[in-house]
Nanobody, 121 residues
Framework: VQLQASGGGLVQAGGSLRLSCAFSGRDFSMYFMAWFRQAPEKDREFVAAISKSGRETRYGDSVKGRFTISRDNAKNMLYLQMNSLRPEDTALYYC???????????????WGQGTLVTVSS
């Protein structure tokens, strides 16, 4: 399995970004997917997760109401729409794939390389 995250960049507070994660190597529809993020000197933080069908989603408390996770199984793509961005959202964002829908990184056994999001105040 290979995961390739993209879409990060520099944005002003209050702005929006859309992250993408391209999945290859296996049947994408058989994996639960998630986004995590890690800021400098901080632990990896759960952002959002989505079920195999896309019907069930979960969000970390800090992003609820601002971020939306989605997937397109026909295109083998995972997305994260980020609105109302804040400086504290600055981090390296990772997409991950695994066999369960959970908010702990140990539940995911496939990881992308990360894409950097920087939110200026």
């Amino acid at each position: 399995v290979q995961l390739q995250a993209s879409g990060g960049g520099l944005v002003q507070a209050g702005g929006s970004l859309r992250l993408s994660c391209a999945f290859s190597g296996r049947d994408f529809s058989m994996y639960f997917m998630a986004w995590f993020r890690q800021a400098p000197e901080k632990d990896r933080e759960f952002v959002a997760a989505i079920s195999k069908s896309g019907r069930e989603t979960r969000y970390g408390d800090s992003v609820k109401g601002r971020f939306t996770i989605s997937r397109d199984n026909a295109k083998n793509m995972l997305y994260l729409q980020m609105n109302s961005l804040r400086p504290e959202d600055t981090a390296l964002y990772y997409c991950a794939a695994g066999p369960v829908l959970y908010d702990d990184p140990v539940a995911y056994n496939q990881w992308g390389q990360g894409t950097l999001v920087t939110v200026s105040s």
